[in-house]
């Protein structure tokens, strides 16, 4: 996808694809020693699979990191983000209801009128039809209703659902659904057992990051050896 062409949010997707021309293990060697990743998250970004890397940039960014990406052979996506997807799908959802209101109302009207004109209506159109002629008896098929739509949110790819240690069950639920929604600046932080505390519309990231820590802190358990960030902005912090 061009990112020019796309107005709303991106998100930049990487399936370890490299360029045609370009060796793979030379890419793959650029890739990590730019990202400076370790042995392990390389081969977890060059598995197949496809890897979110950053979620609602604009079209000038996800154009920059698209170029960077080609300079060293590999093959980065931006695609329309998760939020833009759900927000596609409830307005074509919304105008297949709308359409099918309007049908429902049309055929409802019909009736109506043809109860109203029905005794009129039949000095017009006889039950029998004229010597000679063939009465039409072929059935005809009821309308069919539209499609439902699906306007379910696409489901993380498998990589974004690995979760950071110590993050629990009902504090991804609200990364997901409250935290990633929300604007920026923003951060997300955890105990390890479990507390966590998050932060959105800060002044900047280094004030939302120090905001969620002290909400953190202040929901830790006894036993508890403190809080960490594990996302910034939008973007998982190791």
């Known amino acids: 996808m061009d990112p ?42 060059f598995s197949g699979k496809r890897v979110v890397l950053r979620r609602q940039v604009d079209a000038a960014t996800a154009r920059r990191h698209v170029a960077r990406f080609a300079a060293m052979g ?19 959802r919304w105008r297949l209801l709308r359409w099918t209101s309007i049908g429902v109302v049309s055929v409802l009207f019909g009736v109506a009128l043809g109860l109203a004109l029905g005794p009129g209506l039949n000095t017009l159109w006889p039950d029998d039809p004229p010597r000679g002629a063939a009465a039409d ?3 005809h ?15 993380l790819p498998a990589a974004v659902e690995e979760s950071p240690k110590g993050m629990t069950a009902e504090a991804m639920r609200e990364y997901r659904h ?38 953190c802190v202040k929901a830790m358990r006894p036993g508890d050896d403190g809080c960490r960030i594990v996302d910034a902005d939008g973007e998982w912090v190791d």
């Open 178 to 215: 409250s935290y990633l929604p929300a604007p920026n600046h923003k951060a997300f932080a955890i105990s390890s057992k479990g507390a966590h505390a998050w932060i959105a519309g800060a002044a900047s990231e280094n004030n939302a990051r120090e905001r969620a820590a002290a909400g």
């Open 4 to 45: 020019a062409r796309h107005d709303g949010p991106l998100q930049l997707v990487f399936s370890g694809e490299c360029l045609d021309g370009h060796d793979p293990q030379a890419v793959r060697e650029a890739v990590a020693r730019t990202l400076k990743l370790d042995e392990a998250r390389t081969a977890r970004l």
């Open 74 to 92: 590999a093959l980065l996506r931006a695609e329309p983000s998760q939020q833009a997807q759900a927000r596609r799908a409830g307005a074509t």
């Open 141 to 155: 098929p009821a309308p069919v209703a539209p499609a439902a739509v699906d306007a379910s949110p696409e489901k």
């Open 137 to 139: 008896t072929a059935p």
